[in-house]
């Protein structure tokens, strides 16, 4: 299955705190998430899912990432140094909900960058 992901060149995700330097409007959109029904905590929204050692948290469509990221907040990526990714994903070896996956990024395949 293809995986859509949001990171920077290091692997890590917007949300993984020291790896990345964030502008401030950037950061308030991130906060923003913290207890959001449409944002939950991936330990919440799969609480008994697949949890491998590397674990990387994405989306199973485009439409599930834009839900999630809309458009305009997409548009701070760049400014960010994030880019999203599309990985293939043995479909054995993740979790999904309505909101997000979990995939093992040590069993992932990198295919391309989005856009």
């Given at each position: ?12 995700g ?54 999630w ?39 992932a ?7």
């Amino acid at each position: 299955m293809l995986v859509y992901r949001v990171e920077g060149k290091d692997k890590y995700g917007p949300y993984a705190v020291g790896h990345h330097t964030r502008t401030l409007a950037f950061n308030n959109v991130l906060n923003s998430h913290d207890g959001s029904s449409k944002h939950p905590l991936s330990r919440i929204d799969i609480p008994s899912g697949y949890w491998p050692k590397n674990a990387r948290h994405g989306f199973s469509s485009i439409n599930q990432l834009n839900s999630w990221f809309p458009l305009n907040v997409q548009n701070m990526f760049k400014e960010n140094k994030l880019e999203i990714n599309i990985y293939k994903v043995p479909s054995a070896l993740n979790s999904i909900s309505g909101t997000q996956i979990i995939f093992d990024l040590d069993k992932a395949t990198f295919i391309k960058k989005y856009r």
